[in-house]
């Protein structure tokens, strides 16, 4: 699954994905820590990129997250596939991954707390557009809160004559 180069979605959904297990990885995403390791001399681009560390991580954990300079080649693509529908496990990119089953494309919509020109920015509403192949291919929206005023992800609530007037629908799930 492909996050759109969003890393607050990614995490969103890692964190969903991961409620009930143990345990989670992230490879290739600096943002996430990856600082010190930099300014220590380590290549994040090319030092986790290996499919061999992917595989093991995605026998081992249930959700990994891979970062956007993360590459891999189209065979061992299709080997990482093969380790996931054996083990179960999830692989969320921030970037583009080549043969993911959906592509999350997110739009900002505007942010809540700031009136003309001044005030604390309290959430982020955004448009999440998913789409892909197989199931997937449809393509489906929803409005959310990443984060939401109370500080938590979730979806917008709309009122009934808005809900109407756009058609929209606010129903990803996490499926798998």
Do not use: I
Not at 149 to 169: F, I, K, W
Request: glycine share 16%.
């Amino acid at each position: 699954m492909g996050a759109g180069g969003d890393l607050p979605l990614l995490l969103a959904l890692a964190a969903l994905a991961a409620a009930d297990s143990v345990a989670w990885a992230a490879v290739g995403v600096p943002e996430l820590g990856g600082l010190a390791a930099a300014q220590a001399g380590l290549d994040l681009a090319t030092g986790l990129v290996a499919a061999q560390v992917l595989a093991v991580l995605l026998e081992s954990v249930p959700v990994v997250l891979v970062g956007a300079s993360v590459r891999v080649p189209e065979r061992a693509v299709r080997r990482l596939r093969a380790v996931m529908r054996r083990s179960g496990a999830v692989l969320l990119a921030a970037g583009r991954w080549p043969g993911a089953d959906v592509q999350l494309r997110v739009a900002p919509v505007g942010w809540a707390g700031v009136g003309r020109g001044h005030g604390l920015l309290r959430g982020r509403r955004v448009t999440v557009t998913a789409g892909g192949r197989g199931a997937a291919a449809a393509p489906r929206s929803a409005e959310l809160w990443l984060p939401g005023p109370d500080g938590l992800v979730g979806s917008v609530e709309r009122g009934p004559a808005e809900a109407v007037r756009s058609g929209a629908r606010a129903d990803l799930r996490v499926v798998g």
